[in-house]
């Protein structure tokens, strides 16, 4: 059995179709493409005969159609479901009648109401009042105050469960190729002036510090900190592996810190990974005068204390543009490095279901125009950050550079001059001007320091005006906000880089130039919202606060429960005691000058507005977190009998002794002048003040969350009637038609085949044939094959549509 794959050659509009050098070697049937569209599963033929064709025709095209109806088939991708859970079965009351503690300071020489802040009230490790353990404290019939939910269990350093792990929570798992062995921000760069840049994060040198081993210990032999990424093993890490500190700066080539080049850029204060959780609070709320009744409820606008809590923590971001690649940018201004984005090295985020790229964050304090300073709040800028470094264009081309255009309208190559034209998103006309490509003259040693792999920065031009002209070129967008009916500054972010290397002559006399390309796609940015103002609305409102998330910090001489934090608790990067050491939420303060990215605003936190009371009820109360991501039942919304003059049992405390083994001290506890509870520790609130209430071991609460699992691929049949696939030859319109044909019979009972022959297009014998197939590739000229399935007689074209069907099966 043959088929003739024939091809039709199209010469002007007149020609409808032609034959290339007769009929071709035998081939395959056509691909199941052909027949079935891949993307739908619907036919992509139409089978055809013969209006006086003989019945054994007739069957010969049911049976064809019945085969193709066969291949209906498409390819579809299903998403099975994840669900998991976790449960607190004896929760206490958190007492929100106290103030919040928290420790503020200020590490930079900002101005005093500027300070960073740490939230002391509870601590991840259980080492303050409010705990976070199951360890049966302050008595036995209460464990938890603070519920934490992460990727996967935590437990503090005597082995207690702090955290709970919920599998259903993200956490970043970047490829392994982006580890910390690598080091994602190793870069070695060669400079326009013929010297290696090696730029990379470095960490002060603290001895208690998780990145001490990774850290600078030589200018000679630099080590290199900052794999801004997780180390890709498929496992959320606490402590396992090197992160970069809260003092973090950026290394661009020189032994030491250089201003031109180098930048403060902070990091997480923890060796997390980025990640998901939740976090529940449980108080009593006075639903009126009389009291508390005893019942659960989830206080609402406590801030990082409220009673239901969802935060993404840990974000990394990736290195700024500072000058040590594209000189002129700032990295205040918000571009991305030049390196890393052309390299890929970006990581995305997921924050209530939804994936983000992010860019920087940061938070900005202003001077206002009537004397007054205002706190602008925090921003967290996403997007999709591309460069392309060294493009050679020569003059008269137009380059595409994800939504720019850039036009090199002429070259200057005696002044070292490009005359362009860009038009953006970003613009709203085009901008044409004369560009100053990357000088090489010691007038730029200042605006282009050494430290830079391409020069520029306001390069000069060779006239006697030494006037500076655009080098590099670039679209920045500022975000404003307003107060008191003044707009101010909020962050800014750069849309386009246009950065000129050099100008020169091709080999064919062709004026070329060469730049350096920066754009990005799909932006946008978070801001603050209070409550007055929320974030999320369904099924209650939720504030977003971008803070600082969890931070390290160790205790020198804990002696008590709850220390002293002033003199008790200071930064794990600023000493190199080994001590006892926790994780407390914390805001980081502002930059003093204006505003600037900042690595240490590292989550994105959603919290509870709404105080949710929870009625007296027997059966399971559930409620649903911000916009249905996961769902709260508490199973037991009592809180139990209040625990009078019980003594404690034991709780952790000072350092050498293990966690478990010492009693708090039965005298009030005070922080920065705040007493935290008065009289004896066994007269502390805990539960229900009827004393003839049975129950008494606290309330029952259950985290249920499904999310998207594995993405699956199956093959699904499509149902089609192959009755519908089959017309007559007086049916078909073939200056019409637009599927592919195949044609049942020779030219004799078929009029379609006959009219191929006639115009030949068709080149088989048809009348002496044993039975075959002929493929023309679009014989009308109208977009469509034809497949002919003929013989001599019905005998021979029932053959070749026997060997037909049993290919395609």
């Known amino acids: ?85 976790v449960k607190w079965e004896k929760v206490g009351e958190y007492n929100y009648s106290r103030k919040v503690n928290t420790l503020e300071y200020t590490f930079a020489p900002c101005l005093a109401n500027r300070p960073a802040r740490w939230y002391v009230d509870y601590a991840l490790y259980s080492s303050q009042y409010w705990e976070t353990a199951e360890n049966n404290w302050p008595h036995k019939d209460y464990d938890t105050y603070v519920q934490l939910a992460m990727p996967s269990d935590v437990r503090n350093p005597a082995g207690s469960l702090v955290a709970k792990g919920l599998s259903t929570l993200w956490f970043s798992n970047s490829p392994k ?45 630099p080590a290199y900190a900052g794999g801004s990424y997780d180390d890709g093993d498929a496992t959320w890490d606490f402590n396992t592996y090197a992160m970069f500190t809260t003092l973090a700066w950026v290394e661009t080539g020189q032994p030491n810190f250089d201003p031109k080049c180098d930048y403060n850029f902070g990091g997480t204060g923890t060796a997390m990974e980025a990640h998901e959780e939740i976090q529940l609070i449980v108080g009593d709320k006075y639903e009126s005068d009389p009291g508390p009744n005893g019942i659960a409820d989830f206080i609402g606008d406590k801030g990082s204390a409220s009673g239901i809590v969802y935060r993404t923590a840990e974000i990394r971001y990736p290195l700024l543009e500072n000058g040590q690649n594209i000189c002129g940018i700032k990295n205040c201004w918000g571009m991305v490095d030049f390196q890393t984005a052309a390299k890929g090295y970006l990581n995305d985020i997921k924050f209530l279901g939804k994936m983000y790229r992010p860019m920087f964050a940061g938070a900005t304090w202003t001077n206002t125009v009537d004397g007054m300073e205002y706190y602008l709040g925090g921003y967290f800028m996403y997007g999709k950050p591309f460069a392309e470094a060294e493009k050679i264009m020569k003059v008269g081309d137009v380059y595409n550079f994800h939504g720019w255009t850039v036009t090199l309208n002429d070259v200057n190559i005696y002044e070292n001059k490009a005359y362009i034209t860009v038009t953006g998103p970003a613009l709203t006309a085009p901008f044409t001007f004369i560009m100053v490509m990357d000088s090489q003259f010691s007038e730029c040693a200042e605006c282009c320091p050494t430290c830079a792999t391409y020069g520029g920065g306001g390069s000069f031009t060779s006239n006697p005006t030494r006037r500076t002209e655009y080098d590099p070129y670039v679209k920045y967008t500022t975000v404003t906000k307003e107060k008191s009916g003044y707009s101010y500054d909020f962050f800014r972010y750069v849309n386009f880089m246009l950065d000129g290397i050099k100008t020169f002559v091709g080999a064919d006399g062709t004026y070329l130039a060469e730049f350096n390309l920066y754009a990005i796609e799909d932006y946008g940015y978070l801001e603050d919202k209070g409550c007055c103002d929320p974030f999320v609305t369904t099924p209650n409102d939720y504030g977003l606060a971008i803070t600082g998330g969890w931070r390290r910090v160790i205790g020198i001489n804990p002696t008590v429960q709850n220390p002293t934090m002033t003199t008790d608790w200071i930064a794990w990067e600023q000493t190199n005691l080994d001590a006892r050491e926790e994780y407390v939420l914390w805001r980081p303060a502002p930059r003093c000058v204006g505003y600037c990215p900042d690595a240490n605003f590292d989550t994105l936190e959603l919290q509870l507005c709404d105080t949710i009371n929870i009625p007296n009820c027997e059966t399971t109360y559930t409620i649903n977190g911000p916009e249905n991501y996961f769902t709260v039942e508490v199973a037991d919304v009592d809180f139990g009998r209040f625990n009078a003059g019980l003594a404690f049992d034991p709780v952790p405390t000072s350092a050498g002794t293990p966690y478990g083994t010492q009693k708090a001290p039965a005298v009030p506890l005070s922080l920065g002048g705040t007493t935290i509870f008065t009289g004896t520790p066994g007269t502390a609130y805990v539960g229900q003040k009827t004393t003839d209430n049975p129950d008494k071991d606290g309330v029952y609460l259950r985290i249920n969350m499904s999310t998207k699992g594995d993405t699956i691929k199956y093959t699904a049949n499509v149902k089609i009637d192959p009755v519908e696939l089959i017309k007559l030859d007086i049916e078909v319109n073939t200056a019409t038609n637009t599927r592919n044909l195949i044609l049942v019979g020779g030219p004799v009972y078929n009029s379609i085949v006959k009219d191929l022959v006639d115009m030949g297009a068709s080149t088989v014998d048809w009348a002496t044939s044993r039975g075959e197939w002929e493929w023309i590739a679009d014989p009308m000229a109208k977009g469509y094959d034809v497949l002919i399935v003929a013989g001599a007689n019905r005998e021979e074209t029932r053959m070749a549509a026997e060997d037909l069907i049993a290919m395609l099966n």
């Open 1 to 85: 059995m043959k088929l003739r794959t024939i091809g039709a050659v199209l010469v002007g509009a007149a020609m409808i179709g032609a034959t290339v050098a007769g009929a071709a070697a035998a081939a395959q049937a056509p691909a199941k493409s052909w027949f079935i569209d891949p993307a739908t599963g619907q036919p992509n033929v139409t089978v055809v005969v013969g209006a006086q064709a003989n019945a054994s025709d007739v069957v010969s095209a049911s049976l064809i159609a019945a085969a193709v109806g066969n291949m209906a088939t498409v390819e579809e991708t299903a998403s099975t479901t994840k669900t998991a859970s």
């Open 177 to 221: 190729d982006w580890d910390s062995k690598d080091r994602v921000y190793k870069f070695s760069v060669l400079t326009s002036s013929g010297n290696t840049n090696n730029y990379y994060l470095v960490n002060t040198q603290v001895l208690a510090s998780p990145t001490a081993p990774v850290t600078r210990t030589a200018p000679a032999m």
